[in-house]
């Protein structure tokens, strides 16, 4: 869990302007490499630079969404986008043109796997570069900020008080039926108001994006970003198979649980705002009152599931490594995000109380245990896992961590329910990803298209992987719009999949734990130390698991999850 200690930097370097870094990178470029030994420096002095960049990139979106309200906050993030980032892509393609150069890359990719796998992501680099890209990038990073700013901004009064959309939505899991259907209509009117903005928006990030793909010889962006995110190891087609399978496979599995919900509701048919509430009529589950009692039970989750588990949020508190409460002006979602020189991530996400909170903690805590298990490796190109493997962290330890959930529930039947609406939810979010990702083929493949054409075909994609169970009469509208809840879309494109694939084999893993609790944690523990040294498929099978998305497989995993979930039942 050591820092990088700067060997040739500065330890007083600080990063405010271009100048700061620029001789740092023309020295690189001028280093003569005669040596397998100067080879190695050159590579540690780049991975030292790199580092140090990337937290201080890091460091100014962490603060900007924690509070969107600070203009200078912003403006700190919003220049490193426009002045600083933009001057470092010509440099990364020539330092990437170095390496690819030098006779020790193609000796040492030979010889060891893991600068195999990051000399391939080199050379993919090269064949994207394109010059007149970097603007649009720069560009596209701004617009991006925006949703976020937009988002945290939304906020509803109930009885007075303002309420973040987070907040707010723990009230439809009230057991008052009439409340519910007030908190919902009011959450979908806020949300209305600023639809044409965030349609707007997302046309500009449309139209730039399609624009970096046609610079860089690709037809549509869909294409250019597939290569892109260096998926290497599966196809468009791979996904379009992913797709079917959720739909011949958990589609009907959802279907069941909503006509269960109807029934033990006695409504018929069921809206929007009945989808929350506990089906039995039960009061909602509160796990936490608050962050730092979310924190602390989570520290002692994770230590009966693995001392060192723990140990590593136990180092994050005492660092002040996490934002967990939800406030206005703080921006949605959550994320873990690794800090490449100190080595020490940090979580932020709008915990209000609810147990999808604790999902999403013991979620954020799974990426950050990877961010220290995998900090050791000697690059950060090692350490830089693709979001398949990234995700398997994160959805595996949802699903691991329920053994010390009695830590937030002593009741023995709210336990029970807790890990019902887990095992629930599972199912009822492996359609919705499909649904995102199938929108995004869409979308990139089509970029010309109005809004009219985009509602349309979200609304015939949605259906595809829906039960279609839910009456959305009067609401139409919301249905319509309900994309633009997805932050992926705007921020992170075709960064979803990556959820479907890593749920599989979470769920795979989880049976793993199950069958051999100490056999299930070493595999946990030893695709993590992995990093990105190994492709895919391989980082999958050092867990014990297979990256494997057919409807056999995926129908083997379900049948365990529903006796899983029949048990508890």
């Known amino acids: 869990m050591a820092e990088i200690l ?31 030994a100067q080879f190695d420096e050159f590579l540690r002095n780049l991975n030292e630079l790199e580092a140090f960049i990337g937290e201080d990139a890091a460091w100014r979106y962490i603060k900007m969404t924690c509070d ?68 649009l990038k720069a ?64 046309n500009q990030l449309i139209e730039k994006r399609n624009q970096v793909a046609i610079n860089a010889d690709f037809k549509n962006f869909r294409d250019y970003k597939f290569e892109s995110l260096g998926r290497f190891d599966y196809s468009v087609q791979d996904c379009f198979d992913f797709h ?46 608050n962050g730092s009692e979310l924190l602390d039970k989570s520290i ?40 490449a020189e100190s ?37 950060n190109a090692f350490k830089s896992t693709p979001a398949e493997v990234a995700e398997l962290a994160s959805m595996s330890m949802e699903l691991i961590s329920m053994d010390g959930w009695n830590l937030f529930f002593t009741d023995e039947e709210e336990l029970k329910r807790a890990k019902i609406s887990q095992l629930e939810g599972v199912i009822g979010t492996l359609p ?49 719009n309900s994309w633009q809840r997805q932050l992926h879309l705007y921020e992170v494109p075709f960064y979803y999949i990556e959820y479907g694939f890593a749920q599989l084999g979470a769920i795979a893993l989880w049976k793993k734990y199950k069958e051999n609790k100490a056999e299930g944690i070493k595999g946990y523990k030893s695709f993590m130390e992995l990093g990105y040294t190994a492709t895919i498929p391989e980082i999958y099978q050092a867990a014990g698991i297979e990256f494997n998305f057919g409807p056999a497989y995926v129908q083997s995993l379900f049948d365990f999850l529903i006796a899983e979930l029949n048990q508890l039942k």
């Open 68 to 135: 969107t309200t600070d203009k200078k906050l912003e403006e700190s993030y919003l220049y490193f986008v426009r002045e600083i980032q933009p001057k470092l892509a010509p440099y990364d393609d020539q330092l990437n043109r170095k390496i690819n150069d030098s006779a020790f890359t193609s000796e040492l990719a030979q010889t060891d796997q893991a600068y195999f796998i990051y000399f391939r992501s080199i050379q993919k680099s090269i064949d994207l570069y394109r010059e007149e890209n970097i603007p």
């Open 432 to 480: 919705w990803i499909a649904t995102i990702d199938a929108f995004q083929h869409w979308i990139y493949t089509n970029p010309n298209h109005t809004i009219e054409e985009r509602t349309s075909n979200w609304l015939e994609i949605s259906s595809r992987f829906s039960a279609n169970k839910v009456d959305f009469t009067g609401y139409e509208s919301h249905r319509e």
């Open 300 to 339: 002692a989750c994770f230590n009966l599931i693995d001392p060192y588990f723990g140990e590593c949020l136990k180092i994050m508190k005492t660092d002040e490594l996490l934002d967990l409460d939800s406030r206005k002006g703080k921006a949605p979602g959550g994320y873990n995000y690794p800090l």
């Open 139 to 202: 560009e596209i990073a701004a617009l991006s900020q925006q949703y976020g700013t937009i988002s945290g901004s939304m906020s509803i009064e109930w009885k007075g008080k303002e309420l973040t959309l987070q907040q707010a939505s723990l009230m439809l899991q009230e057991n008052d039926r009439a409340l519910r259907k007030s908190i919902y209509e009011l959450v979908s009117a806020r949300r209305l108001i600023d639809k044409d903005q965030l349609d707007l928006l997302f």
């Open 244 to 289: 079917n399978a959720i739909e011949k496979v958990v589609v009907p599995l959802q279907k069941n649980l909503l006509i269960e919900r109807e029934e033990k509701l006695e409504i018929s048919p069921l809206r929007p705002y009945d989808l929350s509430v506990d089906p039995d009529n039960l009061p909602p589950l509160r796990p936490f009152k």
């Open 6 to 36: 700067r060997k040739w930097l500065p330890n007083n370097l600080v990063l405010n302007q271009w100048e700061d870094v620029h001789s740092y990178f023309n020295q690189l470029l001028e280093t003569e490499i005669e040596t397998k």
């Open 343 to 379: 080595g020490k991530p940090f979580i932020f996400m709008n915990a209000s109380g609810s147990l999808r909170d604790l999902e999403t903690m013991v979620h954020e805590g799974g990426h950050a245990i990877h961010s220290f298990l995998s900090h050791p490796l000697k690059l």
